[in-house]
């Protein structure tokens, strides 16, 4: 359970190593006369990293390194996203921490945040056994600042080294010896990893380190680097002797360029600013294009302008295709749309960018299946946010729209997103702009799309109905504002004549 602010956060949450929540709901335990407030989360996985632990401990084998350097990566890189947005885990140990088919670690059960205030509540809920991988001054001070997760994650890793020489009790003892002193440390002698967990596993919070801090440590560089973190990349530099994109090598040298120096983010701005810039190439190695691409996105998160190029990059190339009838298959893929919304939630604020994701969007949601993609990784969400934040930005209220009516024509519902949201968010986006043809074209056709899904709400219906006649009667000689006011016009006629 978490309260409903902290639900709400997490519902906007997007990080391929935290669980992704769908939706929540209210429910009274009688056991513990409460209310709980519960989240329901997407759950593709196979097993738990405790359930790896035990086996491992069970069989006396070590865990491989290489397992050990990926977990650390996607852990740090994991946290620093959500200390990042001020959400701090609670309660870090191997059974909230899912493993994929993919082999891939996933942060889940988001739960401890609504109790660790009650003394009371806290030793009744949370089990003994848990208590464990939890921060010194978590129990004795009810703090769960950020810096528990890093004592947590510090806990947890200890135990991944040391489970093939330890049993359960074993590994109890030691995990509750190290908030004594840190002598049981020295068995690790992995190369780095001593100084790692030393650092996390200091008993006072204000010395221990920050997930930042750790960014900085070269073993912990090395696992963002290895699980392909942006986090590894940090502003850094081409090595000494390389001199910029070798422009005038052509094209594929500039590609090949870009992929061997993603980590640097003045070379991929440079990179697809050439992109963009070469339309004569448009149709020319569109699949190598779209890896660097999404790699160049994927490396640096933080960056907006790389984002928005990206997402520049990757329309220019979707439209050139489709507008010749090829194969667009590379650019409608999971991973374009995971990559366009991550750029959408990370940069909230910046129009231009937003403008040029969703414009992208709603090119690649003219696919069936790639519009059930935007639909399951919660696009439409990101579609009605950036409408209620920029009502007034035609440049972004008409994408928005045009991507809205793009996913529900192909017959889908909305799913975890309220009918009721979608068509506020349209129509408080339309009343700045009733005069703009264009933008109320957009509109019509995104209510249009709504209507058919069956409006319930009597407050939706009027404001819809209001909205479009306004729109008929301001732009009578434009043809598709006609066409979509009418279609839901007609809609709503007949869902109103089915429901009397």
């Known amino acids: 359970m978490c309260s409903f602010h902290q639900a709400h956060c997490l519902l906007n949450v997007r990080h391929p190593n935290i669980v992704t929540y769908k939706k929540l709901f209210i429910f009274w335990d009688e056991s513990v006369s409460s209310v709980f407030l519960s989240m329901v989360m997407d759950c593709p996985y196979m097993t738990t990293l405790s359930t790896a632990v035990t086996y491992h401990r069970q ?6 390194k290489k397992v050990i350097k990926t977990f650390l990566g996607q852990m740090v890189d994991a946290l620093a996203y959500l200390h990042k947005r001020s959400i701090a885990h609670r309660n870090l140990k191997p059974s909230n921490i899912l493993i994929t088919k993919e082999a891939k670690f996933v942060i889940c059960d988001f739960g401890t945040a609504s109790i660790t205030g009650d003394r009371v509540k806290l030793h009744k809920r949370v089990k003994d056994c848990a208590k464990r991988w939890m921060a010194p001054e978590s129990l004795t ?7 528990s997760d890093i004592w947590s994650l510090g806990c947890v890793l200890l135990d991944m080294l040391t489970c093939h020489m330890l049993d359960v009790e074993g590994s109890i003892s030691q995990l509750l010896r190290i908030r004594e002193d840190q002598t049981s440390l020295n068995v690790i002698v992995l190369k780095g990893l001593h100084q790692v967990l030393t650092m996390m596993l200091d008993r006072n919070p204000k010395t221990r380190t920050s997930v930042w801090e750790l960014v900085n440590e070269d073993l912990v560089k090395h696992c963002l680097l290895l699980c392909g973190s942006p986090l590894h990349a940090m502003k850094k530099t081409l090595p000494p002797g390389v001199h910029g994109l070798p422009f005038h090598q052509g094209f594929d040298s500039v590609l090949e360029f870009m992929q061997t120096y993603r980590d640097v983010e003045s070379v991929q701005m440079s990179a697809l600013s050439y992109l963009l810039s070469e339309e004569g190439n448009v149709f020319y190695r569109v699949t190598d294009v779209v890896i660097a691409v999404t790699t160049a996105m994927q490396s640096h998160m933080d960056c907006a302008g790389v984002q928005q190029n990206g997402c520049q990059v990757l329309h220019q190339r979707l439209i050139a295709v489709l507008g010749q009838a ?26 231009p960018l937003l403008s040029h994701a969703f414009q992208l969007l709603f090119c690649i949601t003219g696919d069936e299946q790639a519009a059930r993609d935007v639909l399951d990784l919660d696009g439409i969400r990101e579609v009605l946010n950036t409408l209620r934040k920029f009502p007034e930005d035609c440049d972004i209220v008409v994408p928005c729209c045009k991507c809205l009516w793009s996913v529900l024509t192909q017959r889908l519902c909305l799913g975890a997103v309220p009918l009721k949201d979608a068509v506020e968010a349209v129509c408080v986006a339309a009343e700045a702009h009733m005069q703009d043809s264009t933008v109320m074209e957009s509109v019509c056709a995104a209510l249009s799309s709504l209507t058919l899904q069956g409006l319930s709400e009597d407050q939706d219906i ?18 598709y504002v006609v066409k979509y006011a009418f279609l839901a016009l007609d809609s709503l006629v007949k869902s109103s004549g089915e429901s009397t």
Do not use: F, R, W, Y
């Open 59 to 64: 069989e006396e084998k070590k865990i491989k």
């Open 141 to 147: 001070h009810h703090q769960m600042p950020e810096k």
């Open 326 to 351: 090829g194969d667009g298959s590379c650019l409608l893929t999971k991973e374009v749309i995971t990559c366009v919304l991550n750029a959408v939630h990370s940069h909230p604020e910046k129009a």
């Open 462 to 479: 009027e404001d819809s109905t209001l909205l479009l006649m306004h729109a008929l009667q301001a732009h009578l000689k434009h043809s």
